[in-house]
């Protein structure tokens, strides 16, 4: 039974979404959008091939969301800096969200997209021995959900995993992470785990990467994360931070203190995620979080080209 919290978030995240989508409408892509099958019909990609010839690292790119917001469109400027400062093939995936479709339809649309991708990696120049999964908060979750999976299954294995303020546990009480009554509060990280699974499925591993068995910690391949100082997730971040160094994980970790969740999306969207605050909301921002947000990437990019090589 959905609660009213659980309802009502719902309820704005459907109506966040076609905002998105519309707002987006109009925008020139530096990739490709294509149309991929996946188990449920289709799903949408956008493409930034590797320059050159020959099979090249590939970064799959998933955008955040609390699961339930967001489009494949909005981190385009994100990707195309990795693009650009690696020569990679760089791939965003977009994914069927909650509460309409909760778990497992977000992480089946993105792991049989990944799939794909390697079924043709000779039409699409993939080195299937140097690819990394990409992602943001929610789409952090599943950027490591689907470096498990391919290691689970043996359709593919990642390289590497880039986790930026990533999500990982959506078992514990929103309470016991935060009591700010702005951003991520309490209510809305209920909310947000009660419309993506019911409530006995969420120390699974596959919803909650940190509950995850210390047998399938030490199968994941390298990782960078990237931790927020002003974050509710924080602390679930530093948690698995600990968990792969004890398995033996190689991780590169940087922490921004002033940075608040989500920094790197909102900076690199801003006419989306920032133009539209509030005095008062801009007002929480640090002054220089674009110098911080370049600082971000600047290390995920950095990570990227050490675990992939050139």
Not at 145 to 168: F, I, N, W
Request: charge should be negative; glycine fraction near 10%.
């Amino acid at each position: 039974m959905i609660s009213e919290n659980g309802r009502a978030f719902g309820e704005l995240s459907i109506q966040k979404s076609r905002e998105n989508r519309e707002f987006t409408r109009n925008m020139v892509l530096h990739g490709e959008k294509i149309t991929i099958p996946v188990r449920s019909g289709t799903s949408e990609a956008i493409l930034y091939p590797a320059a050159g010839e020959g099979p090249a690292p590939t970064i799959f790119e998933i955008y955040g969301g609390c699961f339930s917001q967001g489009y494949v469109d909005n981190n385009d400027r994100m990707r195309t800096r990795m693009h650009q400062a690696t020569g990679y093939n760089v791939i965003g995936l977009d994914y069927r969200k909650s509460p309409e479709h909760p778990y497992p339809c977000g992480i089946e649309d993105v792991f049989d997209a990944v799939c794909y991708f390697v079924e043709h990696a000779q039409q699409y120049r993939i080195d299937p021995a140097r690819m990394a999964t990409w992602g943001h908060s929610a789409g952090g979750n599943f950027a490591c959900v689907l470096a498990m999976l391919g290691a689970e299954t043996g359709r593919y294995q990642m390289k590497c995993m880039l986790l930026d303020y990533p999500y990982l546990d959506a078992w514990k009480p929103g309470i016991e992470k935060t009591t700010s009554p702005t951003g991520l509060t309490a209510d809305v990280l209920d909310a947000m785990n009660e419309i993506y699974a019911p409530l006995e499925q969420r120390r699974d591993g596959h919803i909650s990467p940190v509950y995850a068995s210390d047998a399938t910690i030490a199968a994941l391949p390298s990782a960078a994360i990237v931790i927020c100082g002003v974050d509710p997730l924080n602390t679930e971040a530093e948690v698995m931070t600990r968990r792969l160094i004890d398995a033996g994980v190689e991780v590169l970790v940087k922490k921004f203190p002033r940075a608040s969740h989500g920094f790197l999306e909102h900076w690199f969207f801003k006419e989306y995620y920032m133009d539209a605050l509030s005095p008062e909301e801009r007002a929480g921002l640090p002054a220089d979080i674009g110098d911080q947000a370049e600082e971000g990437l600047a290390f995920v990019i950095g990570a990227a080209k050490h675990f992939l090589g050139a």
